[in-house]
């Protein structure tokens, strides 16, 4: 009786001593600074003759126009090997990440057509990127630089009913992280 009554003594003062109405401190000068500094690179940006966004400052390409010349990587139905018209994408892809994309991670985001259950096309996404990943491994990316995802057939960029269609959402996409 005695060990239920002051576990509950304890339980109450740590649900009491728990909630605070204190506001969390807010270090107004160092939001101040980095709106400052996000605006400064903002009015950093031009635009090129050749269409493309070129930071005045670095004279490099930003993460968005290097991640759009990324190829993407289309498998066959029901597999996850990279095929030889495919390697060239991935040789693209080892050269944008030793040059233009060295400074970033990247992540594979491997996907999936609609056939097949939710179990097995997460793992076949996860399976396809992890293709990719020990591809441009093997040319020279290091990699504690790579993180994986599967999104599985939950993010189809074609919704037909069509062999076309399914084709283009069986892929592993590149995305740079920061």
Request: proline content about 2%.
């Amino acid at each position: 009786m005695k060990s239920i009554v002051l576990s509950s003594v304890v339980t109450a003062l740590l649900v009491f001593s728990g909630c605070s109405d204190k506001k969390p401190a807010v270090d107004e000068k160092a939001q101040t600074q980095e709106v400052v500094q996000e605006v400064a690179i903002v009015e950093t940006e031009t635009v090129a003759t050749d269409d493309s966004m070129v930071n005045a400052n670095a004279g490099h390409l930003s993460m968005s126009q290097i991640e759009s010349k990324l190829p993407t990587i289309y498998f066959a139905f029901d597999k996850y090997n990279i095929t030889s018209d495919m390697q060239a994408k991935v040789d693209a892809a080892v050269e944008l990440g030793k040059n233009e994309a060295l400074q970033y991670s990247v992540k594979l985001e491997g996907n999936c057509d609609e056939w097949g259950s939710d179990e097995y096309n997460f793992a076949l996404g996860l399976k396809r990127a992890n293709a990719v990943k020990q591809a441009i491994v093997a040319e020279g990316i290091d990699a504690s630089r790579i993180a994986m995802v599967s999104y599985g057939e939950s993010n189809p960029v074609c919704t037909e009913k069509t062999q076309e269609c399914w084709a283009k959402n069986r892929r592993v996409d590149f995305k740079l992280l920061p």
